[in-house]
């Protein structure tokens, strides 16, 4: 299918529109909130959060026996905030890490949540819940309500973000300083994981409990390896999960019995790798890069002091000869070329007649060199 056929779909075909405008919206919040996740090393608290949550639903749908999209996600946000509350308080107030604190809440609470679906199964009116979408997601099952529930807590999530910037960027980098300037550290700190929360539960229809954590982190490790600063980080990680998120809902209507929420899933992991790979600064192809610059610099400084060692010397007619150069210092020839070149063209020494010789500029370094 061509692109006219998909920009066709994406706007008038209803089921593709509902579940790209809810996957969107999805990756959008969950990108930019999760970016100060990142910033915070508090990545596994997402999949803390959303394993967290999931009784919550749970309970909601026993209390209130229905199944409308903001009953059961006011119930996952109550519980995943529960959750959340108490990963902050074991750490403070006890010598339990926050690894471990995390891990009791992951198992406890998801454990807890399996066996009220459970129990929800052997109800006359199981096969109304459907709660086990919440497990792996269902897109698919997305509708306009659903839609309008996630951009509204989104929304809101966003504006408070942006309302509390200055605050939450000295909370990721320093929090210490905050605290001694009299800002209300702690307060900042639950209100932060809170809207992380709300980006969680918004999300658990689409992607799951399971996949959740997912897309809170993956956008935010990706548009860190391309900036150093916040803003553009808040950005291209939020632009990162509205993508996917998009792209995930397209193929999944172009290929059959596809799931959305994986799908999406595995788009943001790919942008991980290409980002891994591929960034400019950190990137590993950037870095190796680098690294081989940096080993034909020194080479190249190692062979001016050598000049320099043999300059004026009985053998300096040898041991200047490039052909000499290339057996003694063991280099193999494509090595000793890119040397060689590199010594040339940074105006460490001349080339003349098969020698080399030093410039004023050479000895400059070769001299700076042997004092480091």
Not at 29 to 36: D, K, N, P, T
Not at 100 to 116: E, R
Not at 191 to 207: C, F, K, R
Not at 317 to 327: D, N, P, S
Request: glycine share 8%; aromatic share 6%.
């Amino acid at each position: 299918m061509n692109l006219g056929q998909i920009l066709h779909d994406l706007l008038f075909d209803y089921t593709l529109r509902t579940v790209a405008m809810g996957s969107a919206a999805l990756g959008l919040v969950s990108g930019v909130l999760g970016a100060f996740a990142v910033l915070r090393r508090q990545s596994l608290l997402g999949d803390a959060i959303s394993h967290a949550a999931l009784p919550g639903v749970a309970l909601a749908f026993l209390l209130t026996m229905s199944r409308a999209p903001l009953v059961l996600v006011l119930g996952a946000t109550l519980s995943g905030w529960l959750g959340t509350l108490f990963v902050i308080t074991v750490t403070r107030q006890t010598r339990i890490k926050q690894d471990t604190a995390l891990g009791i809440v992951l198992s406890v609470f998801f454990g807890f949540g399996m066996l009220l679906l459970s129990i929800i199964q052997r109800m006359p009116t199981a096969s109304k819940a459907g709660l086990d979408k919440f497990l792996f997601g269902q897109a698919a099952t997305l509708m306009s309500r659903d839609v309008v529930t996630t951009a509204a807590l989104g929304a809101a999530a966003l504006l408070v973000v942006l309302l509390l910037w200055k605050e939450f960027k000295l909370l990721s980098f320093d929090p210490a300083f905050m605290k001694s300037v009299g800002y209300p550290v702690r307060r900042l700190d639950i209100l932060l994981t809170t809207l992380m929360v709300i980006a969680i539960v918004i999300g658990l229809q689409t992607v799951g409990v399971v996949l959740m954590s997912a897309m809170l982190v993956a956008p935010a490790a990706a548009a860190r390896q391309w900036t150093d600063k916040l803003g553009r980080m808040v950005l291209l990680s939020g632009g990162f999960g509205a993508l996917v998120g998009v792209l995930g809902a397209v193929t999944s209507a172009q290929v059959g019995r596809l799931p959305t929420g994986p799908t999406i899933v595995l788009y943001v992991s790919g942008i991980v790798v290409v980002s891994l790979l591929a960034a400019p600064d950190r990137g590993i192809v950037a870095q190796l890069r680098r690294r081989r610059r940096q080993r034909v610099q020194f080479a190249a400084e190692a062979l001016a002091i050598h000049l320099l060692n043999h300059e004026g010397a009985p053998d300096a007619a040898v041991e200047t000869a490039i052909a000499h150069l290339r057996q003694h210092l063991q280099w193999d020839e494509s090595f000793a070329e890119r040397v060689t070149r590199r010594t040339i063209t940074s105006g460490l020494a001349e080339r003349s007649n098969g020698h080399l010789r030093l410039t004023s500029y050479g000895r400059e370094v070769a001299r700076r060199a042997m004092a480091r």
